[in-house]
C-alpha cells in the first residue's frame, strides 16, 4: 500500500479525528508515518529505562541519551515500576549499507506506544531504537515535574533509505573537530544517517606534508568524527575530489605537473603519475572512513574541454570527436573514472559520483559500472533539468543533492533552499531516487554554518516523511522542538532574517539570489548609486526586517534559547542591516548632491561636508565606520568559535578594506570642505569614492 494511502488509512481508524487530536500536542518533525493519540497521559517523573533483553553497546548509548534528556535513571537489571522499555528484534546494524529498503519492515522503522502504565519502544536495529529516543524527546509535554507524554500510537519508517548532508571543508573555512561534532549532534536529532565531508585536500594523507598542512584535519581527528558520529547512527562517508577541484595541490610547485593545466585545477589521466598517487590516496582513505561508500567528486571538470579552444561554458554539449593536443575530453573523463572505481571496488566500496559531466557526455553512461550511485544536483528553485532528464529513466541507483544557499548570500536564503529541496523531491520521487544528499558549499568563503541550520533539518525532516513539509508552520515547529525557551521568538525571527535576505536580493539583482558578491561594492560608482537610487524601498525593508530579525533573536536568548546557534543569526542580521544601511546611505548622497547643485554655496559644503556626511563622532560616513569596525570583530568571534584561524586572515581583509573606504571617504570630504570657495563647482559624488580613478568618467 502507499505510504500516503497507509497514513490515510490509519488516521481514519483513529477514535477522535487525528489532525484535531494532533493539533492539541508538541510538533513532530518528521511527521510520523502513522500516529493515533489516544486521551491519557502519562508523567515522565517516576518513569526509568529499561531494556527487554541484553543490550548492545548502541542501546546503552541510546538510553544514556533519553535519561539526560529526560532526567529519568536506567534502571537496574529486575528494577520494577512505570518504564520506558527498549526492545530491539534484530541485530544492531548500526548504520546504513548499500541495498538499504524502507517501509515497516525495514531496519530504520520503530513502533512507540504510550499508555499510563509505561512506554513500549520497538525497533529492529539500535538506530530504530535511537530514531524513536529522537521521536520521545520531542513526545513531552510541559516542563519539570509537570512533564508527561501523551498517550499515543506510533508506528513510523523513512520515506528515503539515506538522508545525508554534506559539508564543504574545503572551499571556505576549516570547522573545529568540536563544531563537526555539533553539526553531528544536531543532524542525529533529526534521524539523518550520512556526514558526507567534503574534501579537496583538507584530510591529512600521509607523504604528502606540503598539502594544505594548516587547514586539514588530522587522521586522529578523522576517527574520533567517524565514530562519534557512529554512536548517532551517522555514517561519516568521503566525499573526497578524484579529478578535478584540485588546485590546493597542484598550486604545490612539486606537483603542478600532475595538472592537464600546471598550476591548475585536474588531473592529467595520460600521466602514469597519477595513477600511483590516486591508489595511494585511495588505500588511506579507504583505511581511515570504514563507510560503505565513497564519494569520488568529478564534477565540474571543464579545463580539459578549456583546453581544446571548442568549450563555451553553457549545456552545449562539446563534440564527441573532439581532439586537439591529443585532448579528449569525455574519454579522458571516463579514463579518470573507471580508474578510481575500480581502485574503490579492490577496498569494497560503493562509487557515488556527481552526474553533471556524464550529462555533458551521455555516451558515457552506457558505461558506467554497475552499482555506481549517480547524485544529480542542482540548487535552483527547480530541478537543474539538463543534469536531470538523462537519468530519468537509468537502472542506475540514484540520490538526489539538493543545497542550503549560503555559499553566495549573507544569511541563508531559506525560500531559495525550501523550494530546492521541495522540487527536487517531487521530481525524483517518481524515479524511485534513494536517498537525498542536503549540500553546504562554503565557496564565498566568509560563511559561518550554524545559520543554516533550520535548513539543514529541513533537508532531514523533507528525506524522512512522505508527506511534504508544512512550510507555513516549518518555522514555528522547529524553533518549538530546537529552543523550548523563547520559541516564538526564534521563529519571529527566522521569519524575519529569511525575508529580510529575500529583500536584499531582489535589491541588488543578483543572478541566484546572490547577495554576498555585492556586499562589498563601491556604492559610489554611477552604476551603484543607479541601483541605490531605484532599489531604495527594498533596500529601506531590508534594514526593517534585520532590525526585526536582530529584536526576536536578542529577546529569545534573554528568554533562555542556545545563544550558540541563535548569536551568529543575530549577527547576520546585523550584517544585512548594514547592507542596507550603506546603500541607503548613498542613495541620500546623491539627493544631497543633486539639492546642492553644481555651484553651491560654501557654507552649504561645509555644512554637509564636515557635519551630516563626516563628522567623527555622528554622521553618515562615522556610522558606517562604526557599523564595519564593530562587525569586523563581532565576525572574527564568530569564525574563531566553529572554525580553525585558516582563511580567517583572508575574510578580515575584507572588512579592513571596507572599514577604510569610509575612513578614506571621510578624509576626502573633509578635505574638498576645508578647499572650496565660493563660486567652485561641485565634483560629481562618483569621484568622491576612495575607489575612483579617472578614467571611470
Known sequence: MPINRLVLTCLCAAAVPPMASAAAHSPLLPQPTEIRYGSGSLPVTGLTI?????????DQFTASELSSFLGIAVAEHGQAGPAIVLKRTGPVDALPMPGEKTGPDSREAYSIRVTPAGVEVEGRSSAALYYAAQTLRQLVEGTGSSAAFPEVEIRDWPSLAYRGVMMDTSHGP????????????????????????YSEASVELKGYPLLSPDAQFSQAEIRRIVAYARQRHVDVVPCMEMYGHLHDLFRVERYSDLAILPHGTEFDPRKPEVAELLANWIGQLSDLF????????????????????TFIFSEEKLAPGAVKNNIQPAALYLQQFQLVTELLRQHHKTPMVWDDMFSRYPEMIAKIPPGTILCPWGYDRTV????????????????????????????????????????????????????????LWTDDIAVLMRPAFPGMAYGAVSAWQANPINRASFFPDYAHIMYPAGADEVAAGLTAISRAEVSLAKAVGGQWEQTSPSYWDDPLTAAHLARAAKEREKFHQCRLLAEDAQEHFARAMQEGADASTLSDLALESRMLDYAGMKNIYAAEMADLWRDMGA??????????????????????????????GDLQQAFRAAWLDSYTPYRLGAVMGKWNAEF????????RLEEYAGNFHQGDSLCPLETFSPAYKPHQQ
Do not use: C
Open 174 to 197: 576549516l570547522p573545529k573537530e568540536d563544531e563537526i561534532k555539533r553539526q553531528l549532534d544536531f543532524l542525529a536529532r533529526w534521524k539523518n544517517n550520512q556526514y558526507y565531508l
Open 50 to 58: 529499561r531494556f527487554a533483553a541484553a543490550p548492545a553497546e548502541e
Open 290 to 309: 570504514p563507510s560503505a561508500f565513497f564519494h569520488v567528486g568529478m564534477d565540474e571538470t571543464h579545463e580539459a574541454p578549456a583546453l581544446i579552444d
Open 660 to 667: 577604510q573606504y569610509w575612513w578614506s571617504l571621510s578624509r
Open 599 to 628: 555651484h553651491p554655496r560654501q557654507a552649504k559644503v561645509e555644512y554637509w561636508f564636515t557635519t551630516e556626511l563626516s563628522s567623527h563622532d555622528h554622521s553618515r560616513t562615522q556610522d558606517l565606520m562604526d557599523a564595519a
Open 384 to 439: 537543474y533539468q539538463p543534469y536531470w532528464k538523462p537519468f530519468e529513466n537509468s537502472p542506475l541507483p540514484r540520490f538526489i543533492s539538493t543545497g542550503v544557499s549560503i555559499w553566495d548570500q549573507v544569511s541563508p536564503n531559506f525560500d531559495l533552499s525550501f523550494d530546492n529541496i521541495d522540487s527536487f523531491l517531487v521530481a525524483g520521487r517518481p524515479h524511485g531516487v534513494l536517498g537525498m544528499i542536503n549540500t
